[in-house]
């Protein structure tokens, strides 16, 4: 992790809380852990990486992708877009084998125009700093553009979600409660695995589901 990366990180989270959940970025743990599923693929996929950041998932998806696969970045701050588009120009680990096609688009999930579902949805951004009705379309779009069989894998960090609880006043508490009760509800329909990275900060549950 570069020092100019977590820096833009830091910046951003600063600026931006509500799209970015987190004070520094990802590790390569939790990464591999988000993308677990999609490296036991087999034959070309479809991926959409939602919320990429400083690309801390993206350099883990980049090695498993080969010729036919394709991968969709989508990422809604300006700043980590042009931040991305540089890492896929110089670093040697954003450099993706011949036949596989990379977007990287600069847009709001809500809005990105979609084409198709797709195999496997690496999910990062954080669900809980929504507002119930934003999560409510966020999941229901991404079960929508998720293939049969197709894997969806999202982050929720563990300890802040239970401070910022109870360090909220009411109104909060209860957007939170909604917001949890949403979340549940499509996770006893998809959900089939869940696993800890604690080599995170800070340490994080990545939850799988198959539509």
Same mark, same amino acid.
């Given at each position: 992790?570069? $020092?100019?990366?977590?820096?833009?990180?830091?910046?951003?989270?600063?600026?931006?809380?509500?799209?970015?959940?987190?004070?520094?970025?990802?590790? #390569?743990? $939790?990464?591999?852990?988000?993308?677990?599923?999609?490296?036991?693929? +087999?034959?070309?996929?479809?991926?959409?990486?939602?919320?990429?950041?400083?690309?801390?998932?993206?350099?883990?998806?980049?090695?498993? $992708?080969?010729?036919?696969?394709?991968?969709?970045?989508?990422? =809604?701050?300006?700043?980590?877009?042009?931040?991305?588009? +540089?890492?896929?120009?110089?670093?040697?680990?954003?450099?993706?084998?011949?036949?596989?096609?990379?977007?990287?688009?600069?847009?709001?999930?809500?809005?990105? #125009?979609?084409?198709? +579902? &797709?195999?496997? =949805?690496?999910?990062? $951004?954080?669900?809980?700093?929504?507002?119930?009705?934003?999560?409510?379309?966020?999941?229901?779009?991404?079960?929508?553009?998720?293939?049969?069989? *197709?894997?969806?894998?999202?982050?929720? &960090? =563990?300890?802040? *979600?239970?401070?910022?609880?109870?360090?909220?006043?009411?109104?909060?508490?209860?957007?939170?409660?909604?917001?949890?009760? =949403?979340?549940?509800?499509?996770?006893? +329909?998809?959900?089939?695995?869940?696993?800890?990275?604690?080599?995170?900060?800070?340490?994080?549950?990545?939850?799988?589901?198959?539509?």
């Amino acid at each position: 992790m570069t $020092l100019k990366n977590q820096q833009l990180f830091w910046q951003q989270f600063r600026d931006n809380f509500v799209h970015v959940g987190a004070v520094l970025p990802s590790s #390569p743990a $939790l990464g591999r852990a988000s993308a677990f599923y999609l490296a036991q693929k +087999q034959g070309p996929v479809r991926v959409l990486e939602a919320g990429a950041g400083t690309g801390a998932f993206t350099r883990e998806i980049i090695p498993l $992708l080969a010729d036919g696969d394709s991968l969709d970045v989508v990422e =809604i701050n300006p700043h980590l877009t042009a931040y991305l588009h +540089q890492r896929f120009q110089h670093e040697p680990q954003f450099k993706s084998s011949q036949g596989v096609k990379v977007h990287l688009v600069n847009a709001d999930l809500l809005q990105f #125009p979609f084409v198709g +579902q &797709y195999d496997y =949805i690496i999910f990062s $951004l954080p669900l809980t700093n929504f507002p119930p009705f934003l999560v409510q379309q966020f999941l229901e779009l991404m079960m929508h553009h998720l293939k049969p069989n *197709g894997v969806f894998s999202y982050v929720k &960090y =563990i300890f802040i *979600g239970q401070v910022k609880y109870y360090a909220s006043p009411n109104d909060t508490k209860a957007n939170m409660d909604e917001t949890r009760a =949403i979340i549940q509800t499509f996770a006893q +329909q998809y959900q089939f695995d869940r696993r800890v990275v604690m080599a995170n900060v800070p340490p994080t549950w990545v939850h799988y589901w198959r539509k």
